[in-house]
């Protein structure tokens, strides 16, 4: 379901005239926080790259986004199922006189997919960090942009008018 909601995020933002592939990283990535204000982060990362309003489609990324099943769902889901596959095959086994003895006592959780699933976790925290230190150093450029711009104007006009009084 991430995957469809990445497509869909990605061609909803193409057609607003956006990059969708690295916008979509950096909505995922603010949605992904685990913040109460997921709409505000939305709508000043998509004021922040255009003039238009975007109240309404940060409001529709957002809703989509919780109407998706959240990567803790899946992973959980995926657990249950491999537990599941885990336990027929035993089951399976112990129908098996001579096998039911070494099979039940042989049996170990697989503690691989904990540890994939806590390094994955660890990842995309790391990847939140980041993306929260990317916005924000792009927030204080776009603030030193405009100043500069800001600057520029006011220095060409005192100039103007340090000509005018000349002549």
Request: charged content about 40%; proline content about 1%; glycine content about 2%.
């Amino acid at each position: 379901m991430a995957s469809q909601f990445n497509e869909w995020l990605s061609h909803r933002l193409q057609a607003i005239g956006l990059d969708g592939e690295v916008m979509a990283n950096y909505i995922i990535a603010a949605l992904e926080q685990e913040s109460d204000d997921k709409y505000e982060c939305v709508l000043e990362i998509l004021t922040d790259f255009t003039e238009q309003s975007m109240d309404e489609l940060a409001k529709e990324i957002v809703d989509k986004w919780t109407e998706s099943p959240s990567d803790d769902a899946r992973l959980v889901s995926n657990c249950i199922d491999i537990y599941a596959i885990q336990n027929a095959t035993l089951t399976l086994r112990n129908d098996d006189d001579d096998l039911s003895d070494n099979m039940i006592s042989d049996f170990h959780p697989n503690t691989n997919t904990a540890a994939v699933a806590v390094e994955e976790r660890h990842k995309r925290e790391e990847q939140k960090a980041s993306h929260a230190a990317r916005v924000e150093r792009d927030k204080i450029n776009r603030q030193k942009e405009k100043q500069k711009v800001a600057d520029r104007k006011e220095r060409e006009k005192k100039r103007t008018q340090k000509r005018e009084r000349r002549r």
